[in-house]
């Protein structure tokens, strides 16, 4: 191996894309026009977002798209700054050779604060001459109307398993690996319609081992859901805080996750993971788990949220089924 | 107005320089070793403690050799970019003399290069920096000095750097050659003063020269006859401030809303380091899992109060989360904690000790995700885990991601969980170095493939 999948198999034009046939249909029908309103994709993690921007600015402009291409991540410059600066000293200037506008691509757009969204708007009406903007994100209601209202909505679904499944086949066989039937169902079964993550799930276990099976593929599945999750919880149900803070700090300072993607992960191992608690202190929890939520949201801080979460489950307020 | 006296007195020669000796003599040694060519450790590293005359050295060299100075501070960029051009500039080549007699680099008219900072360099500015300096180190024709205040920090960014220089160590000069300085100077500025008041003086610079330089030229002005000890004192030194520890112990044992909102008062401190100290001090501060949620519960507002308040520029917020997290946690106190011992926030050790291996990560996911067309935080939260696995086990991968990301050793460790000085790492790095010659012969062993931003 001598690339990540991710990128190596990562489709290079819009008939190769997996899944959202709909969606592709009529991205296809831009392309053969020319011509092309502002984009906005909506859809969870994995499911092409971007695949679909990077091949449609392929097929636009052809050789030199990287040219008129530009990528943006929001999520990793979310101030108003960067529509200020970098998206506007894009947009404003000439698109590249023979061709009537360049693209901008906002990946994570959602996670641009509300003025930096209302900066953006106007930078997309002014320059609409000679840029097209596609927005990508999560929830299209994350993004504010104005903008919405400016762009034509993709909704990009999560990939059914069978999707899943065929595409790990053809990479299978380009790289010449032996995989179990069961192991790409459990690959999909975890990935939830996550193409991404199944693509590294599926390599990191091409990596772990020869031959590919059952067991394997439980290793590197297990490998996006940190262990400090799990002992937090159970550290918390037991009453033990001190216990559950320090697997927090863990979380936070080791493995630098933020307050949200702590969140998420609790969601699903309150949901499923092997806690000694009843079914209705587990729902219990997740209210809880929203209202944090939204407070980070709010603009709480990670760390003392979080700990008022772990003191809350620690106290006797969720009661232990023995 | 006065000049400033530490550039006033800044040392010109080397003899001038107070205290480090031996490394003084080792500086001058390599320094003479240019003149019959380039020696093969073009580069010397001065690391130590601020103040302590690293620059001021460099400088007395190059004055003492007749070189010429370039100087690349931490305000310039220092990307491999600005670090090739320099090299280019003067390293390799030679150079005109202040008059503009042209000098070849082998004659002596040398360039000295100065790197302040050192240990500050490439961060996700200075992309591929440590590399163009480990060449720059290899092929110059002049000497190179890199200065550092931390070097472990150094040396977990680039041990190639560290391995082909000299590092020579600055210590801390002793009281007794700081007030002799002091003295002298004073000396020479007709200021008059006990030895006493320049053993104080250098007591408490705690060794940086520099400081105590200033404190002196501050003292110049007080038309005083003989300056004593005393006078110091008089100036007094530090703002004087209730310790946090005595505000949390205050609060903790706080009965009622007055008492709280008293221990609050006397602070001196903002309310965000309020909130850190009481946080850091929960456990032992509330007994019992019942007080603790409650407690908890009161910072978890003050915080959304604080939060809202910063965000949205609502300073007069900031009294209601005052309000919750002082009067919020005495009320909430049903029990006491008895014979508690308050400290230094856990939180703030952790953050401090872990500040190198957190701004290794960040720099690896923010190159991974420019790779893979996402965000870093996907990557520290999901993507990471897979990457490291594979590049652990895959020794193929691992050398072409590393040419393609241009990974630092600090960033393969992180990734393989070795010390930056490992041999794994050092096998990695031996990897992509094979490979880039690969690359230059044309066989195209790096053309990995991406989509805008990747390489």
Same mark, same amino acid.
């Given at each position: 191996?001598?690339?990540?999948?991710?990128?190596?198999?990562?489709?290079?034009?819009?008939?190769?894309?997996?899944?959202?046939?709909?969606?592709?249909?009529?991205?296809?029908?831009?392309?053969?026009?020319?011509?092309?309103?502002?984009?906005?994709?909506?859809?969870?993690?994995?499911?092409?977002?971007?695949?679909?921007?990077?091949?449609?600015?392929?097929?636009?402009?052809?050789?030199?798209?990287?040219?008129?291409?530009?990528?943006?991540?929001?999520?990793?410059?979310?101030?108003?700054?960067?529509?200020?600066?970098?998206?506007?000293?894009?947009?404003?200037?000439?698109?590249?050779?023979?061709?009537?506008?360049?693209?901008?691509?906002?990946?994570?757009?959602?996670?641009?604060?509300?003025?930096?969204?209302?900066?953006?708007?106007?930078?997309?009406?002014?320059?609409?001459?000679?840029?097209?903007?596609?927005?990508?994100?999560?929830?299209?209601?994350?993004?504010?109307?104005?903008?919405?209202?400016?762009?034509?909505?993709?909704?990009?679904?999560?990939?059914?398993?069978?999707?899943?499944?065929?595409?790990?086949?053809?990479?299978?066989?380009?790289?010449?690996?032996?995989?179990?039937?069961?192991?790409?169902?459990?690959?999909?079964?975890?990935?939830?319609?996550?193409?991404?993550? $199944?693509?590294?799930?599926?390599?990191?276990?091409?990596?772990?081992?020869?031959?590919?099976?059952?067991?394997?593929?439980?290793?590197?599945?297990?490998? +996006?859901?940190?262990?400090?999750?799990?002992?937090?919880?159970?550290?918390?149900? $037991?009453?033990?805080?001190?216990?559950?803070?320090?697997?927090?700090?863990?979380?936070?300072?080791?493995?630098?996750?933020?307050?949200?993607?702590?969140?998420?992960?609790?969601?699903?191992?309150?949901?499923?993971?092997?806690?000694?608690?009843?079914?209705?202190?587990?729902?219990?929890?997740?209210?809880?788990?929203?209202?944090?939520?939204?407070?980070?949201? =709010?603009?709480?801080?990670?760390?003392?949220? %979080?700990?008022?979460? &772990?003191?809350?489950?620690?106290?006797?307020?969720?009661?232990?089924? $023995? | 107005?006065?000049?400033?006296?530490?550039?006033?007195?800044?040392?010109?020669?080397?003899?001038?320089?107070?205290?480090?000796?031996?490394?003084?003599?080792?500086?001058?040694?390599?320094?003479?070793?240019?003149?019959?060519?380039?020696?093969?450790?073009?580069?010397?590293?001065?690391?130590?403690?601020?103040?302590?005359?690293?620059?001021?050295?460099?400088?007395?060299?190059?004055?003492?050799?007749?070189?010429?100075?370039?100087?690349?501070?931490?305000?310039?960029?220092?990307?491999?970019?600005?670090?090739?051009?320099?090299?280019?500039?003067?390293?390799?080549?030679?150079?005109?003399?202040?008059?503009?007699?042209?000098?070849?680099?082998?004659?002596?008219?040398?360039?000295?290069?100065?790197?302040?900072?050192?240990?500050?360099?490439?961060?996700?500015?200075?992309?591929?920096?440590?590399? +163009?300096?480990?060449?720059?180190?290899?092929?110059?024709?002049?000497?190179?000095?890199?200065?550092?205040?931390?070097?472990?920090?150094?040396?977990?960014?680039?041990?190639?750097?560290?391995?082909?220089?000299?590092?020579?160590?600055?210590?801390?000069?002793?009281?007794? =050659?700081?007030?002799?300085?002091?003295?002298?100077?004073?000396?020479?500025?007709?200021?008059? +003063?006990?030895?006493?008041?320049?053993?104080?003086?250098?007591?408490?610079?705690?060794?940086?020269?520099?400081?105590?330089?200033?404190?002196?030229?501050?003292?110049?002005?007080?038309?005083?006859?003989?300056?004593?000890?005393?006078?110091?004192?008089?100036?007094?030194?530090?703002?004087?401030?209730?310790?946090?520890?005595?505000?949390?112990?205050?609060?903790?044992?706080?009965?009622?809303?007055?008492?709280?909102?008293?221990?609050?008062?006397?602070?001196?401190?903002?309310?965000?380091?309020?909130?850190?100290? %009481?946080?850091?001090?929960?456990?032992?501060?509330?007994?019992?899992?019942?007080? &603790?949620?409650?407690?908890?519960?009161?910072?978890?507002? +003050?915080?959304?109060?604080?939060?809202?308040?910063?965000?949205?520029?609502?300073?007069?917020?900031?009294?209601?989360?005052?309000?919750?997290?002082?009067?919020?946690?005495?009320?909430?106190r049903k029990s006491r904690a008895v014979g508690a011992e308050f400290k230094l926030?856990?939180?703030?050790?952790?953050?401090?000790?872990?500040?190198?291996?957190?701004?290794?990560?960040?720099?690896?996911?923010?190159? &991974?995700?420019?790779?893979?067309?996402?965000?870093?935080?996907a990557i520290a939260s999901q993507d990471l885990a897979y990457y490291s696995r594979?590049l652990e086990d895959d020794q193929e991968l691992r050398g072409h991601m590393a040419?393609?990301?241009?990974?630092?050793?600090?960033?393969?460790?992180?990734?393989?969980?070795?010390?930056?000085?490992?041999?794994?790492?050092?096998?990695?790095?031996?990897?992509?170095?094979?490979?880039?010659?690969?690359?230059?012969?044309?066989?195209?062993?790096?053309?990995?493939?991406?989509?805008?931003?990747?390489?």
């Open positions: 191996m001598n690339d990540i999948w991710v990128e190596k198999y990562r489709p290079k034009n819009l008939d190769e894309v997996v899944g959202q046939a709909e969606a592709v249909k009529r991205l296809k029908a831009y392309a053969q026009g020319g011509s092309l309103p502002h984009l906005m994709f909506a859809g969870p993690a994995g499911t092409g977002k971007t695949t679909c921007a990077i091949a449609l600015a392929r097929q636009l402009f052809g050789e030199n798209w990287r040219n008129n291409f530009h990528e943006l991540n929001a999520s990793d410059e979310r101030g108003i700054d960067i529509v200020r600066g970098k998206i506007k000293d894009f947009a404003r200037t000439a698109p590249f050779g023979k061709v009537p506008f360049k693209v901008i691509f906002l990946d994570e757009a959602d996670a641009l604060t509300s003025d930096a969204q209302a900066a953006l708007r106007r930078t997309m009406e002014r320059y609409t001459a000679t840029c097209r903007f596609v927005l990508s994100c999560n929830y299209s209601s994350k993004i504010i109307e104005p903008i919405q209202s400016r762009c034509a909505v993709f909704r990009f679904r999560p990939l059914e398993d069978a999707e899943v499944i065929s595409y790990l086949k053809k990479i299978a066989e380009a790289e010449k690996l032996k995989v179990s039937e069961s192991a790409y169902d459990i690959i999909a079964y975890h990935a939830m319609g996550d193409l991404r993550r $199944a693509t590294n799930s599926l390599q990191a276990a091409a990596a772990m081992a020869k031959s590919i099976d059952d067991d394997v593929v439980h290793k590197t599945s297990a490998l +996006a859901r940190p262990e400090e999750i799990a002992a937090m919880v159970k550290e918390a149900v $037991a009453g033990n805080f001190s216990g559950a803070r320090g697997k927090l700090d863990k979380l936070l300072i080791d493995l630098g996750l933020s307050g949200e993607d702590i969140l998420k992960q609790l969601h699903r191992e309150v949901l499923e993971g092997d806690i000694n608690i009843s079914e209705e202190d587990r729902i219990r929890i997740i209210e809880r788990l929203g209202e944090v939520e939204y407070r980070l949201i =709010q603009g709480g801080s990670d760390r003392i949220q %979080l700990e008022s979460l &772990l003191a809350w489950i620690a106290s006797a307020r969720v009661k232990r089924t $023995a | 107005m006065d000049a400033d006296w530490t550039e006033k007195y800044r040392p010109r020669a080397l003899k001038d320089i107070v205290g480090n000796a031996s490394a003084l003599e080792r500086l001058r040694r390599w320094g003479e070793s240019w003149s019959n060519g380039a020696p093969e450790k073009r580069g010397v590293i001065l690391a130590g403690p601020p103040g302590v005359g690293k620059t001021s050295a460099a400088h007395a060299l190059a004055f003492e050799f007749g070189w010429e100075v370039i100087e690349l501070n931490a305000s310039d960029q220092r990307n491999a970019g600005a670090i090739k051009s320099i090299a280019h500039r003067g390293a390799i080549f030679e150079g005109f003399s202040h008059t503009g007699e042209f000098r070849r680099a082998r004659d002596g008219g040398r360039k000295l290069i100065i790197l302040d900072e050192a240990d500050n360099i490439f961060g996700r500015e200075d992309a591929g920096g440590a590399r +163009a300096i480990v060449q720059m180190l290899r092929e110059t024709m002049q000497p190179v000095i890199l200065i550092a205040n931390d070097y472990q920090k150094l040396k977990q960014k680039s041990g190639e750097i560290v391995s082909s220089c000299i590092t020579l160590y600055f210590d801390l000069p002793s009281e007794f =050659q700081v007030s002799r300085l002091l003295s002298d100077i004073a000396g020479k500025e007709g200021m008059k +003063a006990t030895e006493g008041f320049f053993g104080m003086l250098a007591s408490q610079c705690g060794g940086d020269v520099r400081s105590a330089v200033n404190d002196l030229q501050s003292f110049s002005k007080g038309g005083k006859n003989v300056l004593e000890e005393k006078d110091i004192a008089s100036i007094g030194y530090r703002d004087v401030q209730i310790e946090p520890e005595i505000f949390v112990r205050n609060l903790f044992a706080a009965r009622n809303m007055g008492e709280a909102r008293r221990a609050y008062r006397e602070f001196d401190g903002t309310p965000d380091e309020a909130m850190l100290w %009481l946080d850091g001090n929960m456990t032992a501060g509330m007994s019992g899992a019942e007080d &603790l949620s409650k407690g908890y519960a009161m910072l978890s507002s +003050a915080d959304l109060f604080l939060g809202r308040a910063n965000r949205a520029k609502i300073y007069s917020l900031w009294p209601y989360a005052i309000d919750m997290m002082t009067c919020g946690i005495a009320v909430s926030p856990f939180w703030l050790i952790m953050m401090s000790r872990s500040k190198a291996s957190r701004g290794v990560r960040n720099g690896l996911c923010m190159k &991974l995700a420019r790779y893979t067309h996402t965000s870093s935080s594979m040419a393609a990301l241009y990974l630092t050793e600090a960033e393969v460790g992180y990734l393989l969980r070795e010390r930056t000085d490992s041999e794994r790492v050092a096998q990695v790095m031996a990897e992509v170095r094979a490979l880039e010659e690969k690359g230059r012969k044309g066989t195209g062993a790096l053309q990995v493939q991406g989509g805008p931003g990747a390489g």
